[in-house]
């Protein structure tokens, strides 16, 4: 295992901090949905939540390994295991938001009930971009922080 160099701190906090600020905006768009919206946007919604719940992961998958290479505790394989952790996190993160973008989008306005307004629309697909980014670059800087040597 080479020198491990620890990832910005930024990584993780700022996982942890979009995702919990995410969880806010979904919560927002569910209470202020209107009155006869179908139900399974709401379980579009929900899925975009699973998506937050990952990146909260990945975040903290992130800061735990930079407080262990800063204490100097690092092993192999818990360098391993956090580098699975924030790359399935990532995975996870893509497809829970893929599908509860399908779902808010195919479900709002059928079947006689109130369509979504276009801003509930847009700030579900940009909660979903958010996510899926900022896991993204948490993975590939946790990634790059911890290389195993091939030796």
């Known amino acids: 295992m080479t020198a491990p160099v620890p990832p910005r701190p930024a990584a993780g906090a700022v996982s942890v901090v979009l995702a919990l600020a995410s969880w806010a905006t979904l919560v927002w768009l569910g209470v202020t949905a209107p009155a006869r919206t179908h139900p399974l946007v709401y379980f579009g919604l929900i899925f975009l939540g ?52 399908l779902i808010v989008v195919g479900t709002g306005g059928r079947g006689g009930t109130a369509p979504l307004t276009a801003s509930t629309v847009v700030t579900a697909f940009v909660v979903a971009a958010v996510t899926v980014t900022t896991a993204g670059a948490t993975s590939f800087s946790v990634r790059r922080a911890y290389r195993l040597s091939s030796s």
């Open 50 to 101: 699973a998506g937050s719940f990952a990146l909260l992961l990945a975040g903290a998958g992130a800061l735990t390994a930079r407080s262990r290479s800063l204490a100097g505790r690092l092993t192999p394989s818990f360098v391993t295991g956090a580098r699975n952790l924030v790359l399935a996190m990532w995975w996870c993160a893509i497809v829970v938001d893929v599908l509860g973008c």
